[in-house]
């Protein structure tokens, strides 16, 4: 698993029949340590309602497929939850709600 921050949306009309009415996101990954951007951006199927500035917890490979909404599809990353607050060493180091 990993976190990340949604950074936009994918809009396709055109795209595999399994893949029709599933929420396509970009996702930058970030640092669960000092929550700065790392790494490369990627799609991933939203399984959890997220939207643009979320932080989220994303999962790849045959995990992405193991939601309620990704069962059988051609995924290779879901977003499966919303985060709300981390813990780190005892100190809070992210609050969705301040």
């Known amino acids: 698993m990993q976190i990340g921050i949604v950074k936009g949306t994918v809009v396709s009309t055109n795209k595999a029949e399994k893949l029709q009415g599933l929420k396509l996101l970009i ?4 640092s669960i340590e000092t929550f700065e951007e790392k790494g490369d951006i990627f ?20 995990s992405s497929r193991q939601t309620s909404i990704t069962t059988d599809k051609p995924v ?3 977003i499966i939850a ?3 607050s981390v813990e780190l060493g005892g ?3 992210f609050e969705k709600f301040k």
């Open 82 to 84: 919303i985060i709300d």
């Open 91 to 93: 100190k809070r180091i």
């Open 76 to 78: 290779d990353q879901s």
């Open 27 to 30: 996702v930058k990954p970030i």
């Open 43 to 62: 799609v991933a199927i939203d399984a959890v309602g997220a939207g643009e500035g979320e932080v989220v917890m994303c999962v790849g490979g045959s």
